[in-house]
């Protein structure tokens, strides 16, 4: 069988798919596939195939569209070319139902019931096929069920309560089609958790290195965590209190949300954690051998890493290019921008974090108030003769040249130097080693003619691989994690602390702790004691903790509104680095915290993020209210 990943890429032949807009677009009796599809083991492999094609795109940093949005639009990034990307709409609150943009229409919507439809269509008839065994027509009707299931999940973080069809086929020509609404966020949930309880039964443990991205036992187990701990956090579980959703009905007078707040949800959501850390199938790259620069860049660059429960099998360009320096020659964009409260928020090489309330709105995104801790070490005055180790880890091409360095940079942990890249320091691309990468006015990374330069100052380094060299178009591959090891680890943590951090005080520091001591800090309870029974403190690190880890994974844009903070987390200011110097002498005036552009061509949109209490959710398509009358739409749309 070929490698699922290469034949995702390949336009499904001898099967007519429709470009239908619309969840509702095609009748059971459309011409779904040529003729005696399922005759055939290979084309109904295909139509397989074609299932997982619509798995959201969360790599492509660019915003363009699809899943890109969820990274840009976050607080960890910014990007100079927001005028043609659909994260500037978001962020700026300009985006309405009437929006045809893809990175909202095509992508989180629409996308996702072509998927659920597909799936569908595909357990019907997979049966059929004479050509399959009955082993493997259990195995590949488990992983459309998984599909199916995921999809939803997807349509559910984005939207709230979707249209719920089961295990119907979208019908345009039923008589009822005017009684269709959205189902309640309890339906569709406890339906969609049970489904990937029951693909897990027929699951395999795992693949060969041939079918990497297939689903497994495991990712049914992961992707089922995931649901169900956003089923607990605030913005489905009750919204603080807050009433905002409490009114909202469908047209059956069903209440869509969960109005009151359920405590036994956490204790689910770890339930569903910890049964996957009992398959005992996935664990971090932890080598005691090697440093934790090396371990983590291992965890990302192997294609088969242990810690990846579900990836997206794909080519590296679609991350990298947005995130390799302009000035390295060759296609590079470089746009892809850390904030300064990504930067922000990675712990000292001590394990404690640098700055105490940037949580509170006095932060201002870092342009604000900024309290240092004293104990942490860190400074924002003077400078160290340094070398940044995440390049200096790679022995075929080492960088040991120490350069004049800002000493806000020197004395982080380990994650930060494998994550963030800044203003003079030296860039390795295969062989081609290029020093002093600047992003200043008129430097060779920085703001020219073109949008290609960081914004802030600050580039991405996550999934970046030294030894690629991109310089003559080589971008390498990637196994995209739509969830790791790390997540379920922080996941479970989390979910015990709101339900009792006193009585499974141990499970959750035992789980925290895993993450941490691989990333080479120290265990959150020696540098933080005062933590210990203190469920405030406790979620507060907790979350910094995944700011942390998962950065630019695409999961920051749902946390912060799962949580309901990103009120305070994504809104106003973008800061950086002070891009208009002419130079970036170290001391000067390009290192001064500065509230920077988002820009595009002439225009383009000014820094100040815009979030109000609808965008916790995207509305529901204008087309679909248009075809389903009296739909019911989310709040303030």
Not at 115 to 133: N, W
Not at 323 to 336: C, E, Q
Not at 508 to 531: H, Q, T
């Amino acid at each position: 069988m070929k490698k699922i990943y290469i034949i995702v890429s390949i336009l499904i032949c001898g099967i007519a798919f429709s470009g239908c807009d619309s969840f509702l677009d095609r009748q059971p009796d459309d011409q779904l596939t040529s003729k005696n599809v399922f005759d055939k083991k290979e084309s109904t492999w295909k139509y397989l195939v074609n299932v997982y094609s619509f798995i959201l795109d969360y790599a492509d940093h660019s915003g363009y569209g699809s899943a890109s949005i969820s990274i840009p639009a976050s607080d960890e990034a910014s990007g100079a070319y927001t005028g043609s990307r659909a994260f500037a709409l978001w962020t700026h609150n300009q985006l309405t139902p009437m929006t045809t943009h893809g990175g909202y229409r095509s992508g989180p919507y629409k996308n996702q019931y072509k998927g659920i439809r597909e799936a569908t269509f595909f357990m019907q008839k997979v049966y059929d096929c004479p050509e399959l065994t009955d082993e493997e027509k259990k195995i590949w009707s488990a992983e459309a069920r998984f599909l199916r299931a995921y999809y939803y999940t997807e349509l559910l973080k984005w939207t709230g309560p979707v249209v719920f069809l089961g295990d119907k086929l979208a019908d345009l020509s039923d008589p009822n089609l005017d009684n269709v609404d959205r189902a309640s966020w309890k339906t569709i949930v406890d339906w969609v958790q049970n489904e990937f309880l029951q693909a897990s039964e027929d699951l395999p443990d795992s693949w060969g290195s041939a079918d990497l991205g297939r689903a497994t036992k495991g990712a049914a187990l992961a992707i089922r965590a995931r649901l169900l701990l956003y089923n607990a956090r605030p913005l489905f579980n009750g919204q603080n209190g807050t009433g905002m959703y409490d009114d909202i009905v469908n047209k059956s007078g069903e209440k869509l949300f969960n109005t009151e707040y359920d405590r036994e949800r956490w204790k689910v959501a770890a339930d569903a954690a910890k049964a996957v850390m009992d398959l005992n199938l996935y664990h971090l790259v932890d080598d005691k051998d090697k440093t934790p620069l090396e371990n983590i860049h291992e965890a990302f660059m192997s294609l088969n890493s242990p810690e990846n429960i579900f990836t997206k099998q794909q080519g590296g360009s679609s991350n990298r290019l947005g995130s390799t320096p302009a000035g390295i020659g060759g296609t590079s964009y470089g746009g892809i921008s850390l904030t300064q409260k990504m930067v922000d928020a990675f712990a000292m090489e001590n394990g404690r974090y640098p700055i105490t309330n940037m949580d509170t709105p006095e932060y201002k995104n870092g342009c604000g108030e900024i309290v240092i801790d004293p104990e942490s070490g860190y400074s924002e005055t003077g400078s160290t003769d340094f070398v940044n180790p995440f390049f200096e880890a790679f022995p075929q091409k080492p960088v040991t040249d120490k350069i004049k360095t800002m000493n806000m940079y020197v004395g982080r942990e380990p994650r930060f130097y494998a994550n963030v890249f800044w203003s003079g320091q030296t860039w390795v691309a295969g062989s081609v080693v290029k020093k002093n990468i600047q992003f200043y006015q008129k430097g060779g990374s920085g703001p020219m003619t073109s949008n290609n330069y960081p914004p802030t100052g600050y580039l991405n380094l996550k999934f970046i691989d030294p030894t690629v060299a991109t310089t003559s178009g080589a971008w390498g591959n990637l196994s995209w994690p739509m969830i790791r090891y790390a997540d379920i680890l922080l996941m479970y943590a989390e979910a015990l602390i709101e339900y009792d951090c006193v009585t499974y005080e141990k499970e959750i520091l035992d789980a925290w702790n895993k993450v941490r001591s691989r990333a080479g800090v120290d265990n959150i309870e020696e540098v933080y004691p005062e933590i210990k029974g203190n469920v405030e403190l406790m979620r507060k690190y907790i979350r910094r903790e995944r700011m942390v880890e998962l950065c630019f994974e695409g999961h920051r844009y749902f946390d912060t509104r799962t949580w309901m903070t990103a009120l305070i987390e994504d809104n106003g200011e973008v800061v950086g680095c002070n891009i208009k110097a002419l130079n970036h002498n170290i001391g000067g005036d390009y290192w001064k915290r500065t509230s920077v552009f988002e820009t595009y061509g002439e225009g383009g949109f000014m820094t100040r993020r815009s979030f109000t209490e609808k965008n916790y959710l995207f509305p529901v398509n204008q087309e679909e209210l248009d075809r389903v009358p009296g739909m019911t739409q989310n709040l303030g749309w």
